[in-house]
């Protein structure tokens, strides 16, 4: 059982919020991705976290985990050390208008044009592609997908991001379902297969800043999972 304090943020104020963010900004700062979905200009990188995770709090559920060693009623914004951003059955990041209008659309409008249409008409079809190849046409919406899991720099390889992930996968095996994640680099990789992950698919891509390889994990109800601390 995990020392650390995970919970759900419903309603996070708006320091809260900053707070996520940050972490986000911080631990993939230099990450490709960074760079592929803000068409390079890293500037914009609070307000990609930002869109991503407001529309996290509308439509999907937003963790978030404490090295604090006693429990908070309401968790201080200094005291978020890691987060997890997933869509759960039926929810699916910036599906919906609603989704799209809490930053997303401002976002696409800032990046210079020719990166945002190579982002929403070659890149963003790659990764619909190799989706479809693993997941079907509708499964990435069957699944409780992430798209956000992070750990503030200073706290890393404590095993927050592993107690996050296990609230997920207990949430998961109560209705039989199945979890998804992608990643960028192999370290990651390595530590979600000690979690039970297993790699069904992977992208290279070229794009303007270096080869994007994304390799997608799926964890199935009943898999046999190695508690790992990261």
Not at 69 to 95: C, D, K, M, N
Request: proline share 6%; with cysteine; aromatic share 10%.
């Amino acid at each position: 059982m995990s020392q650390f304090h995970v919970r759900r943020l419903e309603h996070p104020t708006p320091a809260q919020l900053d707070a996520v963010v940050s972490i986000a900004t911080k631990a993939y700062a230099s990450d490709i991705s960074e760079y592929v979905y803000t068409g390079g200009d890293t500037a914009l990188a609070g307000a990609l976290w930002r869109s991503m995770i407001n529309a996290g709090v509308h439509s999907g559920v937003l963790y978030v985990a404490s090295a604090v060693t006693v429990p908070e009623p309401e968790i201080r914004p200094e005291a978020i050390h890691a987060i997890g951003l997933w869509f759960p059955p039926g929810q699916q990041l910036y599906s919906t208008p609603e989704q799209r209008a809490l930053g997303f659309t401002d976002l696409i409008a800032r990046i210079a044009p020719e990166y945002r249409t190579w982002l929403l008409n070659d890149f963003s079809a790659k990764t619909r592609e190799l989706k479809t190849r693993i997941f079907g046409p509708t499964m990435e919406r069957d699944t409780w997908y992430a798209n956000c899991i992070a750990t503030d720099p200073a706290y890393q390889g404590r095993g927050l991001a592993s107690a996050i992930i296990e609230r997920v996968l207990a949430d998961a095996a109560a209705t039989h379902s199945v979890v998804a994640l992608g990643t960028q680099n192999e370290k990651n990789a390595a530590f979600y297969q000690n979690l039970g992950f297993v790699e069904r698919g992977r992208l290279d891509a070229n794009t303007p800043w270096g080869t994007f390889t994304g390799n997608v994990f799926i964890h199935e109800p009943g898999l046999r999972r190695d508690k790992n601390e990261a």
